[in-house]
């Protein structure tokens, strides 16, 4: 168990719907950061939250957005989906942002998500 | 091209060593490591490298960095079937940012 807890483990929607994935980082970690991975792409960064403000961003949709709330935990909001949206979307959490070197970022078990 | 590359499969028998290579672009790369992902898993990280090292040891596993080519390896000794996984390869670069960069990782089969 990495200490990183991601709801719900799968979703099944329809295209043009819009969902929300929530991530719970370990505790003490600041940083958060959210991966696709789709068998297309691989595992692709999406973006990164440090301590509730967005640090980096990487190849994020504008059809999706994140925050991060005052007690650290992440959602993804993920809107107008589209059947290539389908994917398996991580959160990975650290204990610091840029500047600082983490040897390791650990990752929850993933949301399924399938757009049909 | 891809900033990270890796092979996609890998087959092996129980016992064999097993070697999973990786190559990068980023000459700047600080920290390079390997994670595994079992099936309906996340990513656990397994073994990384500092950038100054070319080898380095951890029971089963020995991570060699040859930098000047920009390759990385995994070798798994005595591999088993509880080491079939995915295994991406990832870097940070340097200028204190942490965001791996991930290869599409690598599916390891082990097989009796």
């Known amino acids: 168990d990495s200490g990183v807890t991601q709801t719900p483990k799968h979703l099944i929607t329809a295209t043009g719907q819009r969902v929300t994935l929530r991530c719970s980082p370990r505790?003490?970690?600041?940083?958060v950061y959210w991966y696709q991975q789709s068998l297309d792409q691989g595992l692709q960064f999406l973006i990164q939250?440090?301590?509730?403000?967005?640090?980096a961003k990487g190849n994020i949709l504008e059809r999706f957005s994140a925050q991060q709330f005052p007690d650290l935990h992440s959602e993804l909001n993920l809107s107008s989906l589209e059947l290539g949206d389908s994917a398996l979307y991580f959160c990975a959490s650290s204990p610091a942002g840029t500047g600082d070197y983490d040897t390791e970022a650990f990752f929850g078990q993933g949301t399924r998500l399938t757009v049909v | 091209g891809e900033d990270v590359e890796q092979s996609l499969f890998l087959s092996v028998r129980e016992g064999d060593s097993s070697v999973i290579n990786c190559t990068y672009t980023?000459?700047?790369?600080?920290?390079l490591y390997w994670y595994k992902q079992e099936p309906g898993a996340g990513l656990q990280l397994l073994t990384y490298?500092?950038?100054?090292?070319d080898m380095k040891q951890d029971q089963r596993l020995t991570v060699l960095l040859n930098k000047k080519d920009k390759h990385l390896s995994l070798r798994i000794a005595d591999t088993q079937t509880g080491d079939s996984a995915i295994y991406f390869c990832?870097?940070?670069?340097?200028?204190?940012?942490?965001?791996?960069?991930f290869g599409r990782g690598t599916s390891l089969i082990v097989h009796p």
């Open positions: 939250y440090y301590n509730g403000e967005e640090r």
């Open positions: 490298i500092f950038s100054n090292m």
């Open positions: 990832a870097e940070t670069p340097s200028g204190g940012s942490y965001i791996p960069t």
């Open positions: 980023d000459s700047s790369s600080t920290y």
């Open positions: 505790s003490g970690d600041l940083s």
